[in-house]
């Protein structure tokens, strides 16, 4: 955990350009500014220093998985004080916090990581100040709900609360906790809460004389009860820079904190620059069930160091669904905000990054009004793809998207709103602005995120966009491969079917039989060019070309994998095939126009160089192939053979290699009974000498 006061230099590359131009369209149309504000509920003033005299500040903040939170609360004494928890109603286990001290006299931020928490259970803690159990205050609870990388989880996204914008702690904080209520009414089983930054609206960035009221601020933000009951994930906005930095680390312990990108000094502020430096958290990211968050400072407007802490991260995450970012400046924005010089600086060098990373959706604050963009794409990650219903009216549901959808977020407390500027921007597919406070439920699944904005005085729609990940290409399940079109299981009608894949750039068959499994060591009749036998390895892949099994040789089509029967010619080769089995002729001759030819794997042999001496079991004798008559077997024929040293070797009328006493119109010749070689000169044959021709071999 980073010390709250160290203080860090960021280089600030600005990565700037000419800016984005854009063409003004028609956006839906806006409620008119002079809508009246929203009401908030009546409650009772808050009491600030929540639990006893000396905690207060509690919060539980977003781990860094699913099954881990941070509690983060002030407390009164140095040495630090405890937590104790433990599942609802069992025995409570006690931890020491970890305290440091914060920029409040008297005050010290205390914090323990919670890990190992198990799913659907409702676990109950408390806090103290010190090592005191009398000291402890009262007794929060937490349900966790369903884990687990397909699990379908919930998580409520709010616009800056900013409280203290108003003039009024009190009414912002009424506004706030409003806002949750109504969104966990809709949603009470949700997973975690989601700040889009801005908690607090004083910068205190000139002097110390602000301290007190941001604490004021930040007691009021806090006051929120639901904030110890639920995780919460929170952005650094550009009310909590400036010096209010080191508060916003002291009030909230965030996982996964880089401390080499997304830092921020002080003339890194854009219009709410410091006079001097003040550290800032650093970008970081956790991750929930089959989703990676990751959030960025946008008060630091180094793209480069954005660029690597989102490539290092996906890196590190790749077994994951859905890749979220959110940060506070929104870059398509509807709002003033959105045509000044950070935001354009943000807009064009994170766009195409994040389109470039396969980012699926990006949540956005800041400007106070809602706005939805159309799935932003192309080369520049800056390019709309603009669909709509037939009526004109923005799509609800997208599938596949090619490109990022942005979101930007209205402000939850109702402490500040927005105009809609005049200029229509061509990104936009849907703006609001009633003046009314918004929150947002997300519902996520393996194969959709859907977000839904909501009106917090009536829970009625501003909008709603699903998008859809529809399966494509092979999942395996128990051991066995399927493949998904559009999200469709292939292969489980009919027969089956075959399918092309292009990423190992083969062909498969789907076995119906097996419910659309991958065939694998299978052969399958296809009725397609105009009928065929094809083979599939072991890995399910369609043979093409030579291949061999158990049961003999076989050749498969180059181009349409068909299997091979009969006779033919592969490669300017002979070759031969059963016509049944489609195993080749292996050390057998074959009769053709008169002449006999061998066939070993179902090639014809004899072909290459002056030809082949091959060995017939069956006859038990030698036979040569002669390569200028196409590889026939050769009879009545002397040949040369430059094995055992060099020798003439004779066949026969049938072709068969003469071993022994041989004779013919011209004399009588000897054959080596084991090489078939011809006798010359004087040799001893069976105890007796005999004189043979040097030259010719004959018997003298």
Known sequence: MKNWNRLTACALALIMSAGMTVTPVLAEEATPEAAAPAETVAV??????????DVKAVVMNIGAAQDSVNVTWYGSTPTGGMLKYGVQGGEMTTLQAAVAPTSSEGWYKNTVTLTGLQSNTTYEYAVSADKDEA?????????????????????????DPQIGCSGSIDDDNGGWTNTLNHALAKAPNANFLFSMGDQINAYYKYDTSNLSQVEEEYDGFLNAPQLTQLPLATELGNHDCGYNTALYGQHFTLPNISEKYGQVSGDAYGDNAV??????????????????????????LSIAEHKAFLEETIQANPDVTWKVVSFHKSIYSVASHVTESD???????????LSQLGIDIVLQGHDHVYARSYIMGGESGMTADVQKNADGSALTEVTNPDGVQYITMNSASGSKFYKITEEAFEYTAVQN?????????????????????YRSTDDSVVDTITIKKSKNGWETVDGKDYWYEDGVKQGTEGRGKEIYDPESDAWYWLDSDANGAKAVSKDVYQESDGGKWVRYDENGKMIKGWNTNEKGTYYFDPITGAMAKGDVEIDGVPCSFDETTGIGLNLAWKQENGKDYWY????????????????????????????????????????YQESDGGKWVRYDENGQMIKGWNTNENGTYYFDLITGAMAHGTVEINGKTCHFDEATGILK
């Open 600 to 639: 070993e794997n179902g090639q014809r042999q004899g072909l290459e160089g002056r030809g082949k001496e091959i060995y017939d079991p069956e006859s038990d004798g030698w036979y040569w192939l002669d390569s200028d008559a196409n590889g026939a077997k050769a009879v009545s024929k002397d040949v």
């Open 135 to 159: 000291h402890y205050g009262e007794t929060k609870t937490y349900t966790t709900q369903t884990f687990g990388k397909d699990e379908p989880y919930t998580f409520l996204v709010f616009g």
């Open 433 to 453: 602005q009633e003046k009314v406070p918004n929150y947002s439920v997300a519902n996520v699944t393996k194969d959709a995120f859907t977000v839904t904005t």
């Open 275 to 300: 006079d001097s430096e003040s550290t800032g958290d650093g970008d970081y990211y956790f991750t929930y069930n089959n989703t990676l968050y990751m959030v960025l400072n946008t008060s630091c």
């Open 343 to 353: 935001i354009v600086t943000l807009r064009n060098g994170l766009s195409p990054i």
């Open 44 to 53: 009772d003033a808050p009491t600030f220093y929540a639990n006893s005299h």
